[in-house]
């Protein structure tokens, strides 16, 4: 019984010290450096959703619920006094409006147009009537359109951690 332990032993030191097949590790690939420009924390552009399937999560979501998600979408708009937020397409005339965590990182101005991959927490929130003023004079809005602005408004919205422009 004594050799048979003996035995066993070794047997589990050789096993454990055999090379790993390393094929079935899930390892991020790089982004190649050339499509993509990043900001803020770096994500990788696999697995994110279209802007239509972000769109159709957020018309179930209520005030309360937040989603982690990455989505990718076309901007629209973005802050004309520094770039600290963004309007992304959503479809069907929505858009859903990023901002950054903690305010640490800021957009280009001349995105509008293009592509980008965002990754955060999406959310419903009610949009008083100041902040609405407050977003459309940094859009660079005219003094009528901001004078129209009376009322809360149900806005879909996001912070985002990380953010890839497609070059």
């Not at 090379?19 to 790089?30: G, I, R, Y």
């Not at 239509?52 to 179930?60: E, S």
């Not at 005339?93 to 592509?115: A, H, L, N």
Request: with cysteine; net charge neutral; glycine share 8%.
């Amino acid at each position: 019984m004594k050799y048979f332990n003996i035995l066993i032993a070794i047997f589990m030191v050789f096993s454990a010290c055999r090379p790993q097949n390393k094929s079935k590790e899930l390892v991020a690939e790089p982004l190649a450096e050339e499509s993509y420009e990043y900001f803020g924390t770096q994500i990788v552009d696999s697995n994110a959703m279209t802007a239509g399937m972000l769109l159709k999560k957020y018309k179930v979501m209520v005030k309360t619920d937040t989603l982690a998600a990455k989505f990718s979408g076309k901007v629209t708009e973005v802050c004309k006094a520094k770039g600290c937020w963004m309007k992304l397409e959503l479809g069907n005339g929505e858009e859903t409006m990023v901002r950054f965590k903690d305010y640490s990182f800021f957009m280009p101005q001349d995105i509008v147009g293009r592509e980008v991959i965002v990754n955060g927490v999406a959310f419903v929130e009610e949009r008083n009537v100041e902040d609405q003023r407050h977003f459309a004079q940094d859009g660079g809005k005219s003094e009528e359109e901001i004078a129209q602005i009376t009322g809360s408004k149900k806005t879909y919205a996001f912070e985002a951690d990380g953010v890839l422009i497609k070059k």
